[in-house]
């Protein structure tokens, strides 16, 4: 299963801990990604309560370092 694959998931996850906003058919919604739950959802945190997307689409902006 996904279990075996999530530490090296959180290790290359380039969304963790960043500003997201997730597109769905009903609109858009904008969070912090918290990385992806035992299913492979995505979790996002929005307004301190964590949300799972198991579908959609994300957009993020990732800083020149």
Do not use: K, M, Y
């Amino acid at each position: 299963g996904l279990a075996g694959f999530q530490p090296a998931w959180q290790r290359h996850d380039l969304a963790r801990n960043r500003a997201v906003t997730v597109h769905l058919p009903q609109g858009e919604v904008a969070g912090q990604a918290r990385g992806i739950d035992e299913s492979g959802a995505l979790i996002v945190e929005i307004e301190g309560r964590e949300r799972r997307f198991s579908s959609g689409e994300i957009s993020l902006r990732l800083n020149a370092e």
